[in-house]
């Protein structure tokens, strides 16, 4: 083998080095590439997973916000409905209670009205004797009935007549007036006691508008608060505050 052969050999066994060697550098190159991608493609979803954490965890604080300020404000209207039932349930009572002062107006009915009246405190109370408180206005009228009230007591309960001792010394208040218009007073009626102070039956008309108040109450609530044009009235009033 000449020295010609011999160079010729060496340049192929160079080449195929030399090919080899770029061979395995792009295959470097290509696996790096491929592991950078991985890498960086891991990198952007543990970042994309971070911001969509992060806006479920706003979105979650501003559903929880609405949520909120919309309990606060439904809490909020049905506040304001009540208040607007209760002042138009105040103000009804406050239009029968006016009404009550015309019923003693009218003396004659006004005195069957006070012998009922005392007749049917008489029968809850049972008493033999009783103690009997009036306005000052009626005393007379009172006075009046006295008799025809125990009789009428003691046929119904099938007993003696009682005795009704009229105090002459503590009367109910007065009627309301211009000079009395936020102190105590009252529309009429009786109140009885029996003789020790221990049973009291109030019976002015007063307590019985209470008393007839707090039963029809529901009835006044159903037939009032719940049809549906006083609903819309009562939500428009509310929309203009």
Request: charged fraction near 30%.
């Amino acid at each position: 083998m000449n020295d010609a052969d011999v160079s010729k050999q060496i340049q192929q066994m160079v080449r195929f080095i030399r090919q080899e060697a770029e061979e395995k550098a792009n295959e470097i190159l290509v696996s790096a590439e491929e592991e950078f991608n991985i890498e960086k493609l891991q990198l952007v979803e543990a970042e994309k997973k971070k911001i969509r954490q992060e806006y479920e965890r706003k979105e979650k604080q501003v559903q929880v916000r609405k949520k909120i300020e919309y309990s606060m404000q439904l809490n909020a209207s049905r506040i304001k409905v009540l208040q607007a039932q209760d002042d138009m349930v105040n103000s009804m009572k406050d239009g029968a209670g006016k009404e009550l002062l015309n019923v003693s107006q009218n003396h004659h009915h006004y005195k069957d009205l006070l012998k009922d009246l005392i007749v049917q405190s008489l029968l809850r109370l049972k008493e033999p004797a009783v103690l009997l408180r009036c306005r000052k206005d009626d005393h007379h009228l009172v006075e009046s009935v006295l008799s025809s009230a125990k009789d009428e007591y003691a046929e119904k309960a099938k007993v003696f007549p009682p005795e009704i001792i009229v105090d002459h010394t503590v009367y109910l208040p007065p009627p309301p007036s211009k000079h009395n218009d936020h102190g105590l007073f009252c529309s009429g009626g009786v109140v009885l006691a029996s003789r020790d102070g221990k049973i009291v039956f109030e019976n002015s008309l007063d307590a019985r508008l209470d008393v007839a108040f707090r039963k029809k109450l529901p009835e006044v609530i159903l037939l009032v608060f719940l049809h549906p044009l006083h609903h819309c009235s009562i939500y428009k009033s509310l929309e203009k505050e």
